[in-house]
C-alpha cells in the first residue's frame, strides 16, 4: 500500500488527514497500523523475492518517525525492515526517502534496534533480536561497536525482571564478547526462570565447563536427557572441529539414538586414553574452546584458500591456529620472525616422545585468519615448487629463527639448502600436520620431562589377579627433599587399566618415598616396585609419573597387559617376570626372594632368572614346558629347553634359570609354553630381552 493511499485509509477511519495531524489526534494507538501495514509489506517481500515493498515500507517509516522518532516500536520496524534488505543483497538507493547511499542496511538495521532502548516491551524484543544479530560470526568485524552499548543495557536492567528468551541473549552476549562469569549467572537466571529450559541448562553447562566448574558436565547431561535436538545440534558443533567427517557423522548417530550414554562415553573415553580422572577432558575442551572463540576469531569472508594450506574449512569462526589449539591444546614452543612486509607467521611446537609435532602457520591476506600451511618456505612464498600468490615477501633468516623448533631448521640455517635437508623438513611438517589435524590430546605436561623404563608384569597372585609394576628412572631426572643426613626422592605413581571392550577402568594412586644418603648422580638410578590387586581381563595400561619437587615427570603407555584369570579352563599362564642373579631390587613373590631385572638386558656369560605362574591344573596331572630363545636377527639358531612334570594342584609359581652361552649379542624372544602332556594346544607368554657381552 502506497502511503498516499495509506494516509487516506486513516481519514475514511476519521483519524487524521495528514501523518502528523493523525498522530497528534490518535497517540501511541496510531502505531498499531503502521507495525500492521509494514508487517504486511514485508511478508509481500518475504513472498516474492523482491526488495519493492520494502522500500516502501521505509518511506512509510520514515515518514511516521518524524513525528515519533523515540517510539520503541516504529524502531523495532524499521529495523526488521532493513535487515530484510540485508538478507536480499540490497544496497540503499540514490534519492529514495528513508534510504542513504553508502549505508549497509544490516549495520543501519543494528543501530535501528539499539534506538528502540529497553524501556518497553517492544524495546526488549528489539535487544533481544539484537543480540542474535551481533552473535552472527561473520560480522564480528562490523558489530564490534554495539557490544558495549547492548551489553550495558543488558547489566543496568534487574536480572529479576526478565523473561528467560531476554537472559539467554544476554548470556550468550556475556560468554562471547562479556564476562563468562557473568554469562553463568545469567544462565542460572533463565534456568530458574524456566525450569523445563533444555537449551538454559546446556548452555549453563557449558559457561560452567569453560570457567572451571565440573558440575557443568551434569548440567549437559541432563539437557540431553530432554531429548531436545537443538541441544544435541549445539553440542556436536562443540566437538566438529576436533573430529573427522566420518567420526562426526558417528557420533551424531550414537547421540540421537542414546544421548546422555553416547556424550558421557565419548568424554570418558579420552580422560582413560589420556591417563586422566573422569571429567577433566570435557572441562579442559570447553575452556578450550572459549579460548579459541576470543582469540583465534575469523573477521573477514569469504575464505579462500591457496593449494598449499592444508585445512580447507571456509565456514570456520577460528582459524587454523584455534582449530589446533582446540585439539592440542597451548603449544610448548611458539616462535615467530619479523621482516619489513613479511606476512604474519608463527611455527608451533608440541614436544611429544613419539616425535614433536611442527606447525607453521600464516596469516597471509587477513591477520585475523591464520593458515597451516606445508612447509616452512611457505611462510614467504618460497615452497617445494616455485609458487606465486597474493602477497608475503620473503623473510630475512626464516630458518634461523626456527632452530630452536627442530634441527633440521639449523641445518637449513646454516648450509646451503640441499634435497636432503628440504625432503627431511617437508617430511617433518607433513607428518605433524596429519597427526594435529587427525587427533586431539589431553596428555600431562610437565616443565621436566623423566625418561622411565617401566615395566608391567600379570600375576594369578595368592589371593587375586595382581600387577606387579616396575620403574626405573635416571637420579638426575628426580629432585629429592634435603634433609639432614638424607635426601628423600618422592614419586606419585598413578597406574590406569582400561578395558575398551567392556567399558571400565581401574586406576591406583601410590605416593612412594625412597631415602638415599647421597644425591643420586647420573649413571645412577631410582628403581622401586610395587604390586596392586586386579582384575582379570586385557588392559591397555598408562603409568603417570610426577615428581613435584622437581616439577618433572612423564605418562608411560604400555604394552598390552593380560591379566591371568585363575579360573579359566587351564592350563594358563601369567606373564614372565625376569630376574637375575645378584642385584639391589628384589621382589618377594610368593616363591620367595626374586631379584628383578626390569632393563631386560644380559650378558651372554650369566644366566636369565625367570618367575612365571601356571594355572589350570589338577593335582598329579603330567604337564609339559617348553622354554624357547628365539633370534630377532635372521639365520641365527632358537635355543630350546623342555621338560614334563607332574602338577601339585593349585596355582604353580614356578622359577627357571636359563643359560645364555649358546646365544649372540642382539635381540632375543624369550617364550614359555605349557600344555598337557600328550595335548597339541598350550598355554604362551613370551618377553623379549637383550643379550649383550
Known amino acids: 500500500m502506497k502511503p498516499i493511499a495509506f494516509a487516506l485509509l486513516l481519514s475514511l477511519a476519521g483519524l487524521a488527514v495528514g501523518v502528523p495531524d493523525a498522530w497528534s489526534q490518535a497517540g501511541d494507538d496510531m502505531a498499531a497500523p503502521v507495525v500492521a501495514e509494514v508487517s504486511s509489506l514485508r511478508s509481500e517481500a518475504a513472498r516474492s523475492g523482491r526488495r519493492d515493498p520494502l522500500d516502501r515500507s521505509l518511506i512509510l517509516l520514515d515518514r511516521w518517525l518524524e513525528v515519533a522518532p523515540a517510539d520503541p516500536r516504529l524502531q523495532l520496524e524499521l529495523a526488521r525492515t532493513r535487515l530484510a534488505l540485508a538478507r536480499l543483497g540490497a544496497t540503499p538507493k540514490a534519492g529514495t526517502r528513508g534510504q542513504r547511499v553508502g549505508e549497509r542496511f544490516l549495520e543501519s538495521a543494528a543501530e535501528a534496534y539499539l534506538g528502540a532502548g529497553a524501556g518497553s516491551e517492544a524495546g526488549r524484543l528489539a535487544r533481544t533480536e539484537l543480540a542474535a544479530l551481533l552473535l552472527l560470526p561473520r560480522e564480528y568485524r562490523n558489530f564490534q561497536r554495539f557490544h558495549a552499548p547492548i551489553l550495558g543495557s543488558y547489566r543496568s536492567d534487574s536480572i529479576a525482571q526478565l523473561a528467560a528468551a531476554e537472559l539467554m541473549a544476554w548470556g550468550r552476549l556475556e560468554e562471547a564478547y562479556g564476562d563468562l562469569s557473568a554469562s ?108 579459541a572463540r576470543h582469540e583465534f576469531r575469523v573477521e573477514q569472508w569469504p575464505r579462500r584458500y591457496e593449494t598449499f594450506e592444508v585445512n580447507r574449512m571456509p565456514d570456520s569462526e577460528i582459524d587454523d591456529r584455534g582449530i589446533i589449539y ?17 606476512c604474519y607467521n608463527e611455527t608451533w611446537a608440541y614436544r611429544r616422545a613419539e616425535g614433536d609435532l611442527v606447525l607453521h602457520f600464516v596469516a597471509r591476506t587477513d591477520p585475523s585468519d591464520w593458515r597451516l600451511v606445508e612447509t616452512i618456505y611457505d611462510v614467504d612464498g618460497r615452497g617445494w615448487l616455485a609458487r606465486t600468490y597474493d602477497g608475503c615477501p620473503r623473510v630475512e633468516d626464516l630458518e634461523l629463527s626456527r632452530i630452536s623448533i627442530a634441527p633440521v631448521y639449523g641445518h637449513l640455517a646454516f648450509r646451503r639448502p640441499n634435497p636432503k635437508d628440504l625432503r627431511e623438513e617437508r617430511e617433518l611438517v607433513e607428518r605433524s600436520n596429519r597427526t594435529a589435524l587427525s587427533t586431539d590430546d589431553f596428555r600431562r605436561r610437565f616443565p621436566q620431562a623423566i625418561t622411565p623404563i617401566v615395566q608391567l608384569y600379570g600375576l594369578f597372585g595368592e589371593r587375586s589377579p595382581r600387577v606387579l609394576t616396575v620403574v626405573v628412572i635416571p637420579g638426575e631426572e628426580i629432585e629429592p627433599v634435603v634433609r639432614e643426613s638424607s635426601f628423600e626422592y618422592s614419586l606419585d605413581l598413578e597406574l590406569f587399566l582400561t578395558d575398551w571392550s567392556a567399558g571400565r577402568r581401574y586406576a591406583s594412586d601410590t605416593l612412594r618415598t625412597i631415602r638415599a644418603g647421597e644425591r643420586l648422580e647420573e649413571g645412577q638410578y631410582l628403581v622401586l616396585a610395587q604390586e596392586i590387586a586386579a582384575v582379570a581381563g586385557a588392559y ?145 607368554r613370551s618377553v623379549t630381552i637383550h643379550v649383550v657381552k
Open 184 to 291: 553463568v549467572s545469567v544462565y542460572a537466571a533463565a534456568l530458574d526462570d524456566s525450569a523445563d529450559c533444555a537449551m538454559c541448562r546446556a548452555r549453563l553447562g557449558r559457561a560452567q565447563l569453560a570457567s572451571g566448574d565440573p558440575a557443568g558436565a551434569e548440567a549437559i547431561r541432563a539437557a540431553l536427557q530432554s531429548g531436545d535436538s537443538a541441544v544435541r545440534q549445539l553440542l556436536l558443533a562443540d566437538v566438529a572441529p576436533i573430529l573427522e567427517a566420518a567420526e562426526l557423522d558417528s557420533f551424531s548417530t550414537d547421540l540421537s539414538a542414546d544421548p546422555v550414554q553416547a556424550w558421557t562415553r565419548f568424554w570418558q573415553q579420552r580422560d582413560w586414553s589420556a591417563a586422566r580422572e573422569e571429567g577433566e577432558r570435557i572441562e579442559a575442551h570447553y575452556r578450550r574452546l572459549h579460548h
Open 326 to 342: 582446540l585439539r592440542h591444546g597451548p603449544p610448548d614452543t611458539t616462535v615467530t620472525a619479523i621482516s619489513p612486509g613479511a
Open 540 to 684: 591397555e595400561a598408562a603409568l603417570a609419573m610426577e615428581n613435584r619437587e622437581g616439577r618433572a615427570g612423564q605418562v608411560a603407555t604400555l604394552p598390552r597387559l593380560v591379566i591371568p584369570d585363575p579360573d579359566a579352563p587351564g592350563p594358563t599362564l601369567s606373564d614372565i617376570v625376569l630376574g637375575q642373579e645378584s642385584g639391589s631390587l628384589t621382589w618377594q613373590s610368593p616363591a620367595g626372594a626374586f631379584v628383578l631385572n626390569p632393563l631386560n638386558a644380559y650378558s651372554r656369560n650369566r644366566s636369565a632368572e625367570i618367575y612365571y605362574e601356571v594355572a589350570g591344573l589338577r593335582p598329579g596331572e603330567r604337564y609339559t614346558t617348553r622354554i624357547r630363545l628365539e633370534p630377532r636377527k635372521r639365520n641365527e639358531r632358537a635355543v630350546e629347553v623342555g621338560f614334563e612334570e607332574v602338577a601339585s594342584g593349585g596355582i604353580l609359581r614356578l622359577r627357571r634359570s636359563i643359560d645364555l652361552s649358546e646365544t649372540r649379542n642382539g635381540d632375543y624372544d624369550l617364550v614359555v609354553e605349557v600344555s598337557r602332556a600328550g595335548d597339541d594346544r598350550a598355554a604362551r
